[in-house]
Nanobody, 115 residues
């Protein structure tokens, strides 16, 4: 069974920080590169950050590079996204998935940057 569970989203002021957490089932996490994606209503879901299956490399969209950090704990089937210096344009629903993504998506976690 494929499971993806994202958490950690919240309402935060500009300049603030959040840490998103994604726990995935073994069959989607183990041995795979993982990514964080986000979707703004009315727009396509986009890749924000990706991490190699053994954390050897990471990718960041230029809009978040230097502000977001992706990491993973392979013993816990968990991937993290540390988001610092948040901006209003980071407001979106955030999802995790394999990288490249599969067709299965979790419910996501909502991040709202406002204030």
């Amino acid at each position: 069974q494929v499971q993806l569970a994202e958490s950690g989203g919240a309402l935060v002021q500009p300049g603030g920080s959040l840490r998103l957490v994604c726990t995935a089932s073994e069959n989607i996490f183990s041995g795979n590169n993982m990514g964080w994606y986000r979707q703004i209503p009315g727009k396509r879901r986009e890749l924000v950050a990706g991490i190699h299956k053994r954390s050897l490399t990471a990718y960041y969209d230029p809009s978040v590079k230097g502000r977001f950090t992706v990491s993973r704990d392979n013993a816990k089937n968990t991937v993290y996204l540390q988001m610092d210096n948040l901006k209003s344009e980071d407001t979106a629903v955030y999802y995790c998935n394999k990288w490249p993504a599969t067709d299965y998506w979790g419910e996501g976690t909502e991040v709202t940057v406002s204030g």
